[in-house]
């Protein structure tokens, strides 16, 4: 249905097409009054076709936009443009608003003087709104992509981003740079054999063993040891963690790789444990010398009951700084990869009972009584020096946290195809927050600064590094005022 005021018929095609046009049309004097409007602008605007026909598109149009749209209108009149498209609000018969693309063209007479105006509006609201939603879409991404990239960027160390087929889909400029030591002659964007990659032995890595191989089949890893490049002089060491990615259901789309350069942390560690190795090399043969002559002096008879106590009081220490001199070695030898234990048959009885025996010397000077118990004889496969060197370190540790007229006790015996050796003694515990950590390398809990315990937190250790390299476990239970139990269990 359309309204009407002044304009003159048209014909049936025309009415038609006003009528049954899905975009809305209205005839426009050149003042800007509504001559006819279709059925289309009337709904969407709201207005009934008569209430609208006695209004004028000054009237509907947006404030802000009613400024362009005249200058519009009056340059097609003064016939500097025959017609303009133009976006444009309208508010409604209930004062929403709605976006318009308004198409205008200007019907003269034969004189040339303007008769009305022909005007097209299609509602673009909901394309605009989506447009919108697009451009903020757009925006926030831009946005999470910058953020990403500074966040890339601003990492220490160089992280790669790889997708399920481990191709690198994006990586920052320190990874760029290890890149070209792992492939000096260029890479393709993807793990390739060509990788000057190598592990702590320096075994070249074949393709399917890179950490972007690894992290793009799924795996999760941290602390991975590699080191990377041609040429040795300029090799790095670098740590290298991975983390999947996965999306909304769980599928695995590609993973992330963090790798921190620790050359320089391995190049210290390697020179103080090649520092330790030779000080305990060179401290050893005179410590030797020196215990042989204390020995022969504490045998002598020309010594004053005064001068033997105090030929014991310096073998005491002298033997407190030997077990030091061979923990140091020890360590220096683990820390270089060589084999840590060369086991055969052996009565292991007989070597922890000596070893109970030499620590008297140490318990009686701290007036701490040792107590052995286990059979005359136990035969197992095991390395002798090493488990002589675990229960050195388990009784010095129980004399040292032991007060005067504690008891220290030893026993040994056989469980269900294993040698278990336990060492309980009644002294002074160790702290609960320390229990976790008492066989970390260094580790010194709160009683032995407490009680200025001299060692260097190597002991418990290297206990249970010969024990592991044994295939057995070992285990601590203590608590502070109720002194302390382990247990060592090795197969037989």
Same mark, same amino acid.
């Given at each position: 249905?359309?309204?009407?005021?002044?304009?003159?018929?048209?014909?049936?095609?025309?009415?038609?097409?006003?009528?049954?046009?899905?975009?809305?049309?209205?005839?426009?004097?050149?003042?800007?009054? =509504?001559?006819?409007?279709?059925?289309?602008?009337?709904?969407?605007?709201?207005?009934?076709? /008569?209430?609208?026909?006695?209004?004028?598109?000054?009237?509907?149009?947006?404030?802000?936009?009613?400024?362009?749209?005249?200058?519009?209108?009056?340059?097609?009149?003064?016939?500097?443009?025959?017609?303009?498209?133009?976006?444009?609000?309208?508010?409604?018969?209930?004062?929403?608003?709605?976006?318009?693309?308004?198409?205008?063209?200007?019907?003269?007479?034969?004189?040339?003087?303007?008769?009305?105006?022909?005007?097209?509006?299609?509602?673009?609201?909901?394309?605009?709104?989506?447009?919108?939603?697009?451009?903020?879409?757009?925006?926030?991404? !831009?946005?999470?992509?910058?953020?990403?990239?500074?966040?890339? &960027?601003?990492?220490?160390?160089?992280?790669?981003?790889?997708?399920?087929?481990?191709?690198?889909?994006?990586?920052?400029? @320190?990874?760029?740079?290890?890149?070209?030591?792992?492939?000096?002659?260029?890479?393709?964007?993807?793990?390739?054999?060509?990788?000057?990659?190598?592990?702590?032995?320096?075994?070249?890595?074949?393709?399917?063993?890179?950490?972007?191989?690894?992290?793009?089949?799924?795996?999760? =890893?941290?602390?991975?040891?590699?080191?990377?490049?041609?040429?040795? &002089?300029?090799?790095?060491?670098?740590?290298?963690?991975?983390?999947?990615? $996965?999306?909304?259901?769980?599928?695995?789309?590609?993973?992330?790789?963090?790798?921190?350069?620790?050359?320089?942390?391995?190049?210290?560690?390697?020179?103080?444990?090649?520092?330790?190795?030779?000080?305990?090399?060179?401290?050893?043969?005179?410590?030797?010398?020196?215990? *042989?002559?204390?020995?022969?002096?504490?045998?002598?008879?020309?010594?004053?009951?005064?001068?033997?106590?105090?030929?014991?009081?310096?073998?005491?220490?002298?033997?407190?700084?030997?077990?030091?001199?061979?923990?140091?070695?020890?360590?220096? @030898?683990?820390?270089?990869?060589?084999?840590?234990?060369?086991?055969? $048959?052996?009565?292991?009885?007989?070597?922890?009972?000596?070893?109970? !025996?030499?620590?008297?010397?140490?318990?009686?000077?701290?007036?701490? $009584?040792?107590?052995?118990?286990?059979?005359?004889?136990?035969? *197992?496969?095991?390395?002798?020096?090493?488990?002589?060197?675990?229960?050195?370190?388990?009784?010095?540790? *129980?004399?040292?946290?032991?007060?005067?007229? /504690?008891?220290?006790?030893?026993?040994?015996?056989?469980? @269900?195809?294993?040698?278990?050796?336990?060492?309980?003694? !009644?002294?002074?515990?160790i702290d609960r927050l320390d229990v976790a950590d008492v066989f970390t390398r260094f580790f010194r809990g709160a009683n032995a600064r407490r009680l200025q315990v001299s060692g260097a937190?190597?002991?418990?250790?290297?206990?249970?590094?010969?024990? !592991?390299?044994?295939?057995?476990?070992?285990?601590?239970?203590?608590?502070?005022?109720?002194?302390?139990?382990?247990?060592?269990?090795?197969? $037989?």
């Amino acid at each position: 249905m359309t309204a009407q005021t002044h304009v003159a018929e048209t014909d049936d095609l025309w009415r038609l097409t006003m009528e049954h046009s899905p975009v809305g049309i209205a005839i426009v004097s050149p003042a800007g009054a =509504f001559l006819t409007v279709n059925a289309a602008l009337c709904d969407m605007l709201g207005y009934e076709p /008569d209430v609208l026909a006695t209004l004028d598109f000054q009237s509907i149009t947006h404030p802000d936009d009613l400024a362009s749209d005249l200058r519009l209108l009056d340059q097609t009149i003064a016939g500097d443009i025959s017609s303009y498209r133009i976006t444009k609000r309208y508010i409604c018969a209930d004062g929403t608003v709605v976006i318009g693309d308004l198409s205008v063209a200007l019907l003269r007479a034969p004189d040339g003087s303007p008769v009305h105006f022909i005007s097209q509006v299609a509602d673009i609201t909901e394309r605009h709104a989506f447009v919108e939603r697009l451009d903020a879409a757009e925006a926030a991404f !831009e946005a999470e992509q910058r953020r990403t990239e500074a966040l890339f &960027e601003s990492v220490a160390g160089g992280l790669l981003q790889v997708d399920a087929d481990g191709a690198y889909l994006a990586y920052n400029n @320190r990874l760029s740079d290890i890149l070209d030591l792992a492939y000096p002659r260029g890479h393709d964007g993807h793990a390739g054999p060509g990788a000057h990659v190598y592990d702590v032995d320096l075994r070249r890595l074949p393709v399917d063993e890179l950490p972007s191989m690894r992290a793009a089949r799924g795996e999760q =890893f941290d602390g991975v040891l590699l080191w990377v490049g041609e040429d040795p &002089e300029s090799r790095r060491a670098l740590s290298v963690s991975a983390r999947p990615v $996965r999306d909304r259901v769980g599928r695995l789309t590609g993973a992330v790789v963090a790798h921190q350069d620790v050359t320089d942390l391995l190049r210290a560690v390697r020179a103080k444990d090649d520092f330790v190795a030779i000080v305990s090399h060179e401290l050893r043969t005179p410590l030797t010398a020196a215990l *042989a002559y204390l020995e022969l002096l504490d045998d002598s008879g020309d010594v004053t009951p005064e001068g033997h106590q105090q030929v014991g009081a310096a073998r005491r220490n002298m033997l407190r700084l030997s077990h030091l001199v061979a923990d140091l070695l020890f360590a220096a @030898r683990v820390s270089a990869g060589s084999s840590v234990i060369d086991p055969y $048959r052996l009565d292991v009885a007989t070597v922890l009972a000596e070893a109970v !025996e030499a620590a008297g010397l140490d318990a009686s000077g701290a007036g701490v $009584r040792v107590e052995w118990h286990g059979p005359s004889s136990l035969v *197992a496969v095991a390395d002798g020096m090493r488990l002589r060197q675990v229960l050195d370190n388990l009784l010095s540790n *129980a004399i040292a946290y032991s007060r005067a007229g /504690d008891l220290v006790r030893v026993t040994l015996s056989e469980d @269900r195809g294993h040698v278990v050796l336990t060492v309980a003694d !009644e002294g002074v515990g160790i702290d609960r927050l320390d229990v976790a950590d008492v066989f970390t390398r260094f580790f010194r809990g709160a009683n032995a600064r407490r009680l200025q315990v001299s060692g260097a937190g190597l002991g418990l250790d290297i206990v249970r590094t010969i024990v !592991e390299a044994h295939a057995g476990e070992v285990s601590l239970d203590s608590a502070p005022g109720t002194g302390t139990t382990v247990r060592v269990a090795l197969p $037989r």
